[in-house]
Each structure stands twice: as structure tokens, then as C-alpha cells.
């Protein structure tokens, strides 16, 4: 494997006024030695200000967050870090790596949860490069190679988890956004560290049931959410029941047996559990007739 070395590099604002006097005074030499028609020394100031003029090809730009990756010949030989007008070798490439935070959103796909149900998914990653060697010379393309990982994660990680929990305390894709987000990041960060590069956050940007079973999907989010809702009104007027025939029985007004205060149980559940509003019946005889 190879890691990143960083390789320092002189300044080129302190390179510049040295290399331009050089090349002044040369190209004075050059003519003037020509003029007087001195060969010898004409055709030294001549190669001195060529190989003068190859030395100013050693200046160059670091930006910052970015990383310029040397080589020599095809030989690894460091990165500079250090921004602003660098200069070093002149035989040196320089292949500039930007390190600033970047985002990929990858497309909808469409897999299958642990319950086996289509579902479609996606997410957002917010990554950025930390091993400029890595990234040039480990993997092909870098940048491709983000793309491709993070898809596979995010498959991978749908078919660990269902759409929704059916028993509690169980992580779900819709009900356990900060667990989902953390087992991501991790599983992408695993992938893409060979890669040199640092995952700074990940997190589902869609997920959604896949048309063909969307309808059917819906119906059953709907029925649980009324049978959610009858439960508790039921546990709500059998408390107000209870409390009721409590208050009852301890006044000294009101006297009732046992099948008086089954009739008021069920007309009491009868209001308080309905979803219109109950039609009171006026008895005109006794509660027996």
C-alpha cells in the first residue's frame, strides 16, 4: 500500500526574482559574448539560459485544501500541502488533489428490505480525500470509486433492516433514522478507506415502498394507525368507566345493583367509543320495562 509523504517545497516568491535575474543576465551574456563573436562563451550562456529558462517550469500553485502529488519519472516521490507559489524539481509532475468536503447523492435503487418487501432508496455522503497517494495510486479513479461503494453500501444496508418495526425496540429503515445513518457511515467508510478518503457524514435522503405495492403498503399503515387509535380510546373509556361506577359507589345518593351498573357500563362505552355522536333514548318507564 502506498501512504502519502509530504514533501516540503521551496517558496517560489523567493525562487522567481532570483530565477528572472538569472535569466536577464544570461540572455546579456549570450548576445553580448555572440556580438564580439566569442563562440565558446556565447554557446555556454546559451545552454546556461536554457537550462535557466527549464528551471522556471519548477514553479507552481498549491491551493488551499489541495494537494499536488509529485512524481519523478513515475516514481512517488511525496505531496505538497503547502499553498500558494511553490517551487521544487522541475522534472517533478504535479497532479493537483482537491481535500475540500464534497457531496454525492446516489440515485434511486430499488432493493429488497429484510421483510423481502421493494422498497427504493437512496443517500446523500459527504466525503473528502485524506491520503492523496491512496486515492492516485491504489484505485483507478477515485471519484468513480466513491460512487460505485456508497450504491453497494446502501443496498447492503437496506436488506439488514425492514421498512417499518413490527415489534418494539426493533430498528427500521423509516422509525431509526440515527442508527440507519450511523451503520452507513461506517459501512461506506469501511469500503472506502483503501481509497484515502474520509467520510464525514452519511444519511438517507429518500426511501419510499416501490410503486407495484406503494397502494397496498399504505392500507396497512392506515389500518394499524386506527387500530392504534381504538386502543386507545378504548383504554381511555375504560378508565373513565372505572372512574365513574368509583365515584358511584361511594355516594350515598345513588344506589345501584349489579345489573343497573352493567347497563350504564355499556351505554357509557357505547359514547365514549364511538366515532359519531350517540342518539340518547328516553326511557319513559322503569329500567325493566
Given at each position: 500500500?502506498?501512504?502519502e509523504i509530504?514533501r516540503?517545497?521551496?517558496?517560489g516568491?523567493?525562487?522567481?526574482p ?8 544570461l540572455?546579456?551574456?549570450t ?9 565558446l ?8 539560459l536554457?537550462?535557466v529558462a ?16 509529485l ?6 516521490v511525496g505531496?505538497?500541502?503547502d499553498?500558494g ?6 522534472f517533478?509532475?504535479?497532479r ?5 468536503a464534497?457531496n454525492?447523492?446516489s440515485?434511486?435503487?430499488k ?5 423481502g418487501?421493494?422498497?427504493?432508496i437512496?443517500?446523500?455522503?459527504v ?9 492516485c ?7 468513480n470509486?466513491?460512487k ?11 436488506t439488514r433492516y425492514p421498512?417499518?418495526?413490527?415489534e418494539?425496540h ?7 433514522g440515527?442508527?440507519?445513518a450511523?451503520g ?7 469500503r472506502l ?7 464525514i457524514?452519511?444519511?438517507?435522503s429518500?426511501?419510499?415502498?416501490a410503486?407495484?405495492?406503494?397502494a397496498?403498503m399504505l392500507?396497512r399503515?392506515?389500518a ?7 386502543q ?7 378508565g373513565?368507566?372505572e372512574m365513574a361506577l368509583?365515584?358511584l ?5 345513588v ?13 357509557l ?5 364511538a366515532?359519531?355522536e350517540?342518539q ?5 318507564g322503569?329500567?325493566?320495562?
Amino acid at each position: 500500500m502506498i501512504q502519502e509523504i509530504r514533501r516540503p517545497t521551496i517558496s517560489g516568491w523567493a525562487m522567481l526574482p532570483l530565477l528572472l535575474a538569472a535569466l536577464g543576465f544570461l540572455v546579456y551574456t549570450t548576445t553580448s559574448s555572440f556580438r564580439v563573436e566569442a563562440l565558446l562563451p556565447g554557446f555556454t550562456s546559451l545552454l546556461l539560459l536554457l537550462v535557466v529558462a527549464f528551471c522556471l517550469n519548477g514553479l507552481f500553485v498549491v491551493n488551499p485544501n489541495e494537494g499536488r502529488v509529485l512524481q519523478l519519472f513515475g516514481a512517488y516521490v511525496g505531496t505538497a500541502h503547502d499553498p500558494g507559489l511553490r517551487w521544487t524539481n522541475p522534472f517533478y509532475s504535479r497532479r493537483p488533489i482537491s481535500m475540500r468536503a464534497r457531496n454525492f447523492e446516489s440515485g434511486h435503487l430499488k432493493v429488497n428490505d429484510a421483510d423481502g418487501n421493494p422498497i427504493e432508496i437512496a443517500a446523500v455522503v459527504v466525503w473528502r480525500v485524506v491520503d492523496t497517494a491512496e486515492a492516485c495510486f491504489v484505485v483507478d479513479s477515485y471519484e468513480n470509486y466513491v460512487k460505485v461503494q456508497t450504491e453497494s453500501a446502501v443496498r447492503n444496508l437496506a436488506t439488514r433492516y425492514p421498512y417499518d418495526a413490527h415489534e418494539e425496540h426493533q430498528l427500521s429503515l423509516r422509525g431509526s433514522g440515527t442508527e440507519v445513518a450511523k451503520g452507513l457511515k461506517t459501512e461506506i467508510q469501511e469500503r472506502l478507506t483503501k481509497a484515502g478518503v474520509e467520510v464525514i457524514e452519511a444519511r438517507l435522503s429518500h426511501l419510499a415502498y416501490a410503486p407495484e405495492i406503494a397502494a397496498a403498503m399504505l392500507r396497512r399503515q392506515q389500518a394499524g394507525a386506527i387500530i392504534a387509535a381504538r386502543q386507545k380510546i378504548v383504554e381511555g373509556a375504560v378508565g373513565m368507566v372505572e372512574m365513574a361506577l368509583d365515584m358511584l359507589s361511594r355516594s350515598t345518593q345513588v344506589r345501584l345493583d349489579e345489573e343497573r351498573k352493567a347497563a350504564m357500563v355499556s351505554n357509557l362505552l357505547v359514547v365514549l367509543c364511538a366515532d359519531r355522536e350517540a342518539q340518547p333514548v328516553v326511557n319513559t318507564g322503569t329500567l325493566y320495562q
